[in-house]
């Protein structure tokens, strides 16, 4: 057995040893030496420097497990140098998993009432490092006791020893709530921070307990005004400020007993508006005091006055170079922009220099600000700062900033033109990162403005000729020359200045898209319907667009060669019907006032095409019965809908119910004129103004469509909306994707998401769905169970 050698002596070799291997070398004899001499019961002398040594090896992170006997053995002793060394052990190498920790509640008991305060201070703090809820309930009269105790020393220690055992076993704290009264009398700082922590424990554990400790208001102004108005200290004052530790204690438990509380907010809002008006805001003790100031005054039932104070002292922070104030200013004011708007706007200037902020999580957090700024009053000159932003944000923020452009654009557009070229000018930008609804909710809107249609079509082809790179822009371009190319051709526009365009130059074009690398499948689709749309509306180079089209035959893209095929035969077969089939989209109907770019859902369009097929609103030229008929073949091996979205204009079949020769409606088997009964819908959630309406409709006789449709009736937008869904385990679930992840305030617009569930085995269904979303920057997530399904009666449903 080698000789231990002294605790510096061991570090020196540790530090020394140049590899990984001779350090465990070192370590591993050293261990074998503590252990020798831990079995030797004459050794007293050198067990403190023993268990010193074997605590700096735990340090290290390697096994000291074999020194936790050693620890309670130490514990007993009666020397204080040997408790020291045991207790900072037991604190290090016990947890209230271990069995060890069960043999020192004795000795802990009787420390505890021992006649030297340093001796009782070690019991103190071992107990709160890692008592059991076990020794908590034994040993808690003691500590109550201690409580009560004359010397300062003890009762600070007592105090957070009491904390923690609150913590672990919350019903002792009604034991502890009358000494934590009495000790706001104390004059001790120490003891009374410790009071205030114990008594915000305290309150937010039992709501009993709460409404008994807002009677201690008054004390705790008194006490804070002591500290406020008191002058030099020695003993307390850092940078200037008097004991912003405890400061800082008493707003948190201010803020906790004036919460939705008339009485005791108007008793404490003197004290807040003195503590921010005479905090020193150059030094970071005093933001930090100001910082729960300002929390404090807007969460109670402060006057309206003391709030814009806060917010005014939250738009100082906004000014200060340190990033971390910036971010915890803009962290609370996203909070309140909802209830103190006005407030907040005053600082709009201040809020939108932080977009060029150099730190990304600043800039983030202005940029979530800046879009809840945005207002009728101010839209053209916040989408001003938020597109030059735009276009040199990051790219991970490139995605949500484009998303909230096209939301506040909708909300807020002063008029169509403006809320088409804030669109336009989005896509040139940042084409790649917007969302997938953008095209259509684009398409749609342009469709809808007819007074801007010659306008729309001539700022595309000028953005087309200038970069294709942008996919929604050149599928939103490719579809407008398609559509209004007629328009484009005359070269006559008084919204914007004259271009002259020849049909040549508008084909090169198309061609360009549809031969160009950077074109994804979905554009060349809709670059080729767009070639075939202008057969009708030019007349020198219809031969040149059947060529075009008659060499997409072969394409090896499936999608484009079925278009194309499709089209060759419109042009051979077809002909005569060629300019009816290809003839503008139809204006298409809002279904809901809450349209909104990139958030709106798909099903309002497909809700009001049925019916017009219907009513016979879109009118087709009376065919021969035979014609109609080869006309359903052509198209029979596609799966398109008959009535597509306007994302595929051209492959729309317009329908005339009353023609002569053979009704379409007798074609598809005799469709019901009558529309059919909508699917009840229950309310399966409704929580802090977020609501999830739930709607079924049975497929078959084991497959079933639920339909889950939220709503936001706040306030405030929410952001990263998503729902998640669990069914038992023979039930087969697929959830498809969701119409957005955000919801505006107000229920201006709503997220659906259709859930297929396949219950072969007709066992009872159920469902549970977890909902999370972010709030004012604050993360939400809540689960709720759905036993039963309106309108499914049958068994197993």
């Not at 699917?679 to 409704?686: D, F, H, K, M, S």
Request: proline residues 5%; glycine residues 6%; hydrophobic residues 40%.
């Amino acid at each position: 057995m080698s000789p231990s050698v002294p605790l510096q002596e061991m570090i020196r070799a540790i530090r020394s040893a140049r590899t990984q291997c001779e350090e465990r070398g070192v370590i591993q004899r050293e261990c074998a030496a503590i252990r020798a001499q831990f079995r030797q019961t004459d050794n007293n002398g050198g067990r403190s420097h023993n268990l010193a040594k074997l605590l700096y090896v735990h340090m290290l992170g390697y096994p000291a497990h074999f020194g936790q006997m050693e620890c309670v053995r130490m514990i007993a002793s009666p020397r204080y140098s040997e408790k020291r060394v045991g207790y900072l052990g037991a604190m290090m190498l016990l947890d209230e998993k271990q069995d060890a920790s069960l043999l020192i509640t004795n000795s802990i008991k009787n420390d505890l009432s021992h006649s030297n305060q340093y001796v009782q201070s070690l019991a103190l703090c071992t107990l709160a490092c890692m008592g059991s809820a076990e020794m908590c309930r034994d040993l808690a009269p003691e500590i109550d006791r201690l409580l009560r105790a004359s010397n300062s020393y003890i009762k600070k220690k007592a105090a957070l020893c009491a904390v923690h055992i609150v913590r672990k076993v919350q019903d002792l704290g009604e034991l502890f709530a009358p000494a934590a009264r009495s000790l706001l009398s104390e004059k001790n700082h120490g003891v009374l921070h410790g009071a205030v922590v114990l008594i915000t424990e305290l309150c937010e554990r039992n709501p009993e307990t709460l409404e008994r400790f807002r009677k201690t208001v008054p004390d705790l102004v008194q006490i804070m005004k002591g500290l406020v108005i008191s002058g030099y200290s020695p003993d307390h004052d850092v940078a200037g400020v008097s004991d912003p530790f405890l400061q800082v204690r008493i707003l948190r438990l201010l803020r906790i007993l004036g919460h939705n509380n008339e009485v005791a907010s108007d008793a404490m809002n003197d004290l807040l508006a003195q503590v921010a008006t005479n905090t020193d805001s150059t030094k970071t003790v005093g933001n930090a005091v100001l910082y729960e100031t300002v929390l404090t005054v807007l969460d109670i039932k402060s006057e309206s006055g003391l709030r814009v104070l806060a917010v005014n002292i939250l738009g100082r922070f906004l000014l200060n170079n340190d990033r971390n104030i910036r971010y915890i200013a803009m962290t609370s004011l996203q909070k309140i922009v909802g209830t103190d708007h006005n407030a907040v706007q005053r600082h709009r200037g201040t809020i939108v220099d932080c977009l060029k902020d150099q730190d990304a999580s600043v800039k983030r957090r202005a940029l979530e600000l800046s879009l809840a700024l945005v207002s009728a009053s101010n839209i053209r000159s916040m989408m001003k700062e938020l597109l030059i932003f735009l276009s040199s944000c990051p790219p991970e923020l490139r995605a949500h900033a484009a998303s909230g452009i096209f939301n506040a654009a909708e909300r807020y557009a002063p008029s169509q033109r403006w809320h088409i070229d804030t669109i336009l000018h989005v896509l040139t930008t940042a084409g790649g990162d917007v969302r997938d609804e953008t095209v259509p909710n684009l398409i749609q809107l342009i469709t809808n403005t007819s007074e801007l249609h010659c306008y729309t079509v001539h700022k595309l082809y000028r953005a087309l000729t200038t970069d294709i790179s942008q996919q929604p822009l050149v599928q939103v371009a490719c579809w407008c020359i398609g559509e209004y190319g007629d328009l484009l051709l005359r070269g006559e526009c008084q919204e914007t200045e004259p271009v002259q365009v020849t049909e040549d130059d508008v084909l090169d074009v198309l061609e360009t898209v549809l031969q160009s690398h950077m074109s994804s499948p979905a554009t060349r689709g809709f670059a080729l319907t767009a070639t075939m749309k202008l057969s009708t509306r030019i007349t020198d180079n219809v031969d040149r667009i059947r060529s075009i089209v008659s060499i997409y035959g072969s394409c090896i893209d499936v999608e484009l060669q079925q278009r194309a095929v499709e089209y060759n035969a419109l042009f051979k077969k077809y002909d005569h019907m060629r300019a009816a089939v290809l003839e503008r989209m139809p204006v298409i109907e809002k279904n809901s006032p809450g349209h909104t770019n990139g958030e709106a859902t798909g099903e309002n369009i497909k809700e009001v095409q049925p019916a017009k097929i219907i009513q016979g609103e879109v009118m087709l030229p009376q065919q021969p019965a035979n014609q109609v008929c080869d006309l359903l073949d052509l198209l029979s091996g596609s799966q398109e809908p008959l009535q597509p979205s306007p994302a595929e204009g051209s492959k729309a079949l317009p329908v005339n119910t009353t023609t002569t020769a053979g009704d379409l409606l007798d074609l598809l088997g005799g469709l019901e004129l009558t529309p059919p009964t909508p699917a009840p819908t229950l309310t399966v959630y409704e929580k802090d103004g977020v609501a999830l309406a739930l709607n079924c409709e049975r497929q078959s006789d084991s497959a079933l469509t639920v339909t889950l449709t939220a709503s936001n009736s706040t306030d405030s937008d929410i952001s990263s909306f998503t729902l998640q869904a669990a069914v038992p385990k023979s039930v087969q679930l697929h959830m498809k994707a969701p119409s957005g992840d955000s919801l505006p305030a107000r229920g201006a617009a709503k997220v659906t998401q259709m859930v297929v569930l396949n219950n072969p085995n007709k066992v009872n269904l159920k469902m549970r769905i977890r909902i999370s979303y972010t709030s004012q920057g604050s993360a939400v997530q809540d689960t709720v169970q759905i036993d039963s399904f309106p309108g499914i009666n049958a068994p197993g449903h």
